[in-house]
């Protein structure tokens, strides 16, 4: 049985992706920034935490618990605007293949054209985490860049002093270092995010029953599946844009390639995916959490909207 009870108006059901966009945004914050705290330093200072435990007991020796939620109002800043940008873009998308293919509007989409859909509103959503993404990984990355002696000691470490420092420094597109690389992140990556959530949502759905219809478990349990999906995909492309968010804090600038190729060299290929287990371990949770809030709360409001 569908959700819709009567056609909403395209800016009434705008309205709505957005808003549960923004409710699956926070959730996903709150259940992950720990380990996404990790994944940034493990990524950007591979040389100084050996392994997961390591990193996890230096970071907590140095600086206690608030340490790991270093970056948490970015952060939020961040997958907020990016997800609700990004659910309202999917929606967007979905009436786009919808059309182009011919389809009838109540006709569900496959999980394959789902999945180019997520793809396709990746490219919006680039555009609004890239100035908060930079912000969140120089914060998170603060200490060990002031450790390392990138950074002076005393180098401010406030939300609003990074952000001054990125204007003063480059000005207002200086908020876009790493673009390229996140829109290679984010495309690839979001085909196997909504494709690994579909296809999850898909093996759940009994015959004769709709999607609509499953429980919190299998929500949340498909919505880790496609989190999964997404960084064992797109983790080396995340690694090379985190280098470039933070340490062009220290006036190194580097192009994607040019900064694939020297950790390549340099370090090996074992630092490309330095931190890959915090965010596997981060993938479950975080992302269950997102589409089970964006689920739930879109169901209320089509419910209320269409009542």
Same mark, same amino acid.
């Given at each position: 049985?569908?959700?819709?009870?009567?056609?909403?108006? $395209?800016?009434?059901?705008? =309205?709505?992706?957005? !808003?549960?966009?923004?409710?699956? %945004?926070?959730?996903?914050? +709150?259940? @992950?920034?720990?380990?996404?705290?990790?994944?940034?330093?493990?990524?950007?200072?591979?040389?100084?935490?050996?392994?997961?435990?390591?990193?996890?007991?230096?970071?907590?020796?140095?600086?206690?618990?608030?340490?790991?939620?270093?970056?948490?109002?970015?952060?939020?800043?961040?997958?907020?605007?990016?997800?609700?940008?990004?659910?309202?873009?999917?929606?967007?998308?979905?009436?786009?293949?919808?059309?182009?293919?011919?389809?009838?509007?109540?006709?569900?989409?496959?999980?394959?054209?789902?999945?180019?859909?997520?793809?396709?509103?990746?490219?919006?959503?680039?555009?609004?985490?890239?100035?908060?993404?930079?912000?969140?990984?120089?914060?998170?990355?603060?200490?060990?860049?002031?450790?390392?002696?990138?950074?002076?000691?005393?180098? $401010?470490?406030?939300?609003? =002093?990074?952000?001054? !420092?990125?204007?003063?420094?480059? %000005?207002?597109?200086?908020? +876009?270092? @790493?673009?390229?690389?996140?829109?290679?992140?984010?495309?690839?990556?979001?085909?196997?995010?909504?494709?690994?959530?579909?296809?999850?949502?898909?093996?759940?759905?009994?015959?004769?029953?709709?999607?609509?219809?499953?429980?919190?478990?299998?929500?949340?349990?498909?919505?880790?599946?496609?989190?999964?999906?997404?960084?064992?995909?797109?983790?080396?492309?995340?690694?090379?844009?985190?280098?470039?968010?933070?340490?062009?804090?220290?006036?190194?600038?580097?192009?994607?390639?040019?900064?694939?190729?020297?950790?390549?060299?340099?370090?090996?290929?074992?630092?490309?995916?330095?931190?890959?287990?915090?965010?596997?371990?981060?993938?479950?949770?975080?992302?269950?959490?997102?589409?089970?809030?964006?689920?739930?709360?879109?169901?209320?409001?089509?419910?209320?909207?269409?009542?």
């Amino acid at each position: 049985m569908s959700l819709d009870k009567k056609p909403l108006r $395209p800016t009434v059901q705008a =309205a709505i992706d957005l !808003s549960s966009g923004a409710i699956g %945004g926070v959730a996903c914050v +709150y259940t @992950g920034q720990p380990f996404d705290t990790v994944k940034v330093k493990m990524q950007t200072f591979p040389n100084m935490y050996r392994n997961v435990v390591e990193c996890v007991k230096k970071t907590y020796r140095d600086r206690g618990v608030r340490a790991f939620y270093q970056g948490t109002t970015p952060a939020l800043m961040a997958h907020i605007s990016e997800n609700a940008v990004l659910f309202l873009s999917y929606g967007f998308c979905q009436r786009v293949v919808r059309n182009l293919s011919g389809m009838d509007s109540k006709v569900d989409l496959s999980d394959l054209q789902k999945a180019a859909s997520g793809s396709f509103a990746s490219v919006f959503a680039s555009l609004a985490i890239c100035p908060t993404e930079l912000v969140k990984c120089r914060m998170q990355a603060m200490h060990e860049m002031k450790t390392s002696g990138k950074l002076a000691e005393g180098h $401010p470490s406030t939300v609003w =002093a990074v952000i001054k !420092s990125v204007l003063k420094t480059d %000005g207002p597109l200086g908020l +876009y270092q @790493g673009l390229s690389s996140t829109l290679m992140r984010e495309m690839p990556g979001y085909f196997f995010f909504f494709g690994g959530y579909e296809l999850g949502r898909t093996f759940f759905t009994r015959a004769g029953h709709s999607k609509d219809q499953l429980g919190p478990i299998p929500l949340m349990v498909s919505g880790g599946f496609g989190g999964a999906c997404l960084w064992l995909a797109v983790y080396p492309i995340d690694c090379v844009k985190s280098r470039i968010q933070v340490l062009s804090m220290a006036g190194e600038q580097a192009g994607f390639f040019s900064t694939f190729r020297n950790i390549l060299m340099k370090e090996g290929i074992k630092a490309i995916y330095s931190g890959l287990t915090p965010t596997m371990i981060r993938a479950f949770p975080a992302n269950g959490a997102l589409f089970l809030a964006y689920e739930l709360s879109r169901r209320a409001m089509m419910n209320h909207m269409s009542n």
